[in-house]
C-alpha cells in the first residue's frame, strides 16, 4: 500500500496539501509538533474516507524523524513526501529558522531516502523569499557542500558576514535558500533509487503565518504585495494544486529543481534588479 506524507500538516498548507493526496487513496501519514491542528486535519481527513496515521514529530530532532520513516516504512511503501514544516521569522530567532527551515529538511530528506523507491517523490519547502539572498551574493552552497549536520553549523553561520546571519529575515532567506539547494543535491541520491525530488518556492500566502507576519513586518509584506504582477495573495490551496501535480505521474520526469508559486513577484524581483543595474550603468 502506498504511504503519502505530510510533515506541519497543521499548518495552513500542509493541511491542504494532505487533503490533496488523501484523494490517490492508502495510507495519510501526517505530522506535526502541535497536536491540537493535527487532531482536526486528521477528522477532515478521516471524514473524506481516508486511512489516516497521525505522529507527532519535532524536525529538529533527527531521532524524531528517524522514527516517521520508520512508522511510514511499516505502513507500505513511500510515495509522496511533502516537508511542510517551517517556521517564519515572527516565529523563532535565527537560530530556530536554520533549524527548522534547512536542517529539518535535510533530515527529512536523509532520513526517507533509503526508502525511496521508483515513483517516489520528496518536495521541500522553499520560499519566493530565498531569491533574494540568492542576489546578495552570500554562499549558502558553502554549508551544504559540506555536511550540513556538523554540530557547529549554526555558530559558523553566525561568524559569517559580522553576524549577518543572526537577523531573522537574513537567516529565514538563508534557510530557505537552503532548501532549494538541498533537493537540487537530493535529487542524486533519490533518483540512484528511482526516486524524485523537487522544491516550491511560495510567495506571498494568506493564512496565519502570513498574518503574523503582517503583524511584525507589515511595511515589508505590503511592498511585497505591491510587486506581485498578479496584484493578490495566492491561497494555500494554490499551493498544494502545484504539490499534487508534481507528485504526480505526470511530473514523472521533474526532478532537482524549485518551481515559484508567487505571482510572478519573482520575476518582477529580476525586473527590477536589471532595471536597476541599466540605470546605475547610465549613470556612471
Not at 496565519?208 to 503583524?215: F, G, T
Given at each position: 500500500?502506498?504511504?503519502?506524507?505530510?510533515?506541519?500538516?497543521?499548518?495552513?498548507?500542509?493541511?491542504?496539501?494532505?487533503?490533496?493526496?488523501?484523494?490517490?487513496?492508502?495510507?495519510?501519514?501526517?505530522?506535526?509538533?502541535?497536536?491540537?491542528?493535527?487532531?482536526?486535519?486528521?477528522?477532515?481527513?478521516?471524514?473524506?474516507?481516508?486511512?489516516?496515521?497521525?505522529?507527532?514529530?519535532?524536525?529538529?530532532?533527527?531521532?524524531?524523524?528517524?522514527?516517521?520513516?520508520?512508522?511510514?516504512?511499516?505502513?507500505?511503501?513511500?510515495?509522496?513526501?511533502?516537508?511542510?514544516?517551517?517556521?517564519?521569522?515572527?516565529?523563532?530567532?535565527?537560530?530556530?529558522?536554520?533549524?527548522?527551515?534547512?536542517?529539518?529538511?535535510?533530515?527529512?530528506?536523509?532520513?526517507?531516502?533509503?526508502l525511496a523507491r521508483p515513483g517516489a517523490v520528496a518536495v521541500g519547502f522553499s520560499s519566493?523569499?530565498?531569491?533574494?539572498?540568492?542576489?546578495?551574493?552570500?554562499?549558502?552552497?558553502?554549508?551544504?557542500?559540506?555536511?550540513?549536520?556538523?554540530?557547529?553549523?549554526?555558530?559558523?553561520?553566525?561568524?559569517?558576514?559580522?553576524?549577518?546571519?543572526?537577523?531573522?529575515?537574513?537567516?529565514?532567506?538563508?534557510?530557505k535558500l537552503g532548501v532549494a539547494r538541498l533537493c537540487e543535491q537530493e535529487a542524486a541520491?533519490?533518483?540512484?533509487?528511482?526516486?524524485?525530488?523537487?522544491?516550491?518556492?511560495?510567495?506571498?500566502?494568506?493564512?496565519?503565518?502570513?498574518?503574523?507576519?503582517?503583524?511584525?513586518?507589515g511595511h515589508l509584506i505590503r511592498s511585497l504585495f505591491d510587486r506581485t504582477p498578479l496584484?493578490?495573495?495566492?491561497?494555500?490551496?494554490?499551493?498544494?494544486?502545484?504539490?499534487?501535480?508534481?507528485?504526480?505521474?505526470?511530473?514523472?520526469?521533474?526532478?532537482?529543481?524549485?518551481?515559484?508559486?508567487?505571482?510572478?513577484?519573482?520575476?518582477?524581483?529580476?525586473?527590477?534588479?536589471?532595471?536597476?543595474?541599466?540605470?546605475?550603468?547610465?549613470?556612471?
Amino acid at each position: 500500500m502506498r504511504v503519502n506524507v505530510v510533515t506541519g500538516a497543521g499548518g495552513a498548507m500542509g493541511r491542504c496539501c494532505a487533503l490533496r493526496l488523501a484523494r490517490r487513496g492508502g495510507v495519510m501519514l501526517i505530522a506535526d509538533r502541535r497536536p491540537e491542528p493535527l487532531r482536526a486535519v486528521a477528522a477532515e481527513l478521516a471524514d473524506v474516507g481516508a486511512e489516516v496515521v497521525v505522529e507527532i514529530n519535532d524536525v529538529t530532532d533527527g531521532e524524531s524523524m528517524a522514527r516517521l520513516a520508520a512508522v511510514a516504512g511499516d505502513a507500505g511503501e513511500i510515495g509522496a513526501v511533502v516537508l511542510a514544516a517551517g517556521i517564519s521569522p515572527a516565529m523563532g530567532d535565527w537560530r530556530a529558522l536554520v533549524e527548522v527551515n534547512f536542517l529539518g529538511t535535510w533530515r527529512g530528506l536523509r532520513a526517507f531516502a533509503p526508502l525511496a523507491r521508483p515513483g517516489a517523490v520528496a518536495v521541500g519547502f522553499s520560499s519566493m523569499a530565498g531569491m533574494f539572498l540568492a542576489a546578495g551574493g552570500h554562499d549558502v552552497d558553502a554549508a551544504i557542500r559540506e555536511n550540513p549536520e556538523v554540530p557547529d553549523l549554526v555558530d559558523r553561520l553566525a561568524a559569517i558576514d559580522d553576524g549577518f546571519f543572526t537577523a531573522p529575515e537574513a537567516a529565514y532567506r538563508w534557510s530557505k535558500l537552503g532548501v532549494a539547494r538541498l533537493c537540487e543535491q537530493e535529487a542524486a541520491t533519490w533518483g540512484a533509487r528511482g526516486g524524485r525530488v523537487v522544491s516550491v518556492s511560495p510567495g506571498l500566502i494568506e493564512g496565519p503565518m502570513n498574518a503574523l507576519e503582517m503583524q511584525d513586518r507589515g511595511h515589508l509584506i505590503r511592498s511585497l504585495f505591491d510587486r506581485t504582477p498578479l496584484g493578490r495573495m495566492g491561497q494555500p490551496d494554490e499551493v498544494a494544486a502545484v504539490v499534487e501535480f508534481l507528485t504526480s505521474e505526470a511530473a514523472s520526469f521533474v526532478s532537482g529543481c524549485d518551481i515559484r508559486i508567487d505571482g510572478g513577484l519573482g520575476a518582477q524581483r529580476v525586473f527590477d534588479q536589471q532595471a536597476e543595474r541599466h540605470r546605475a550603468g547610465t549613470h556612471e
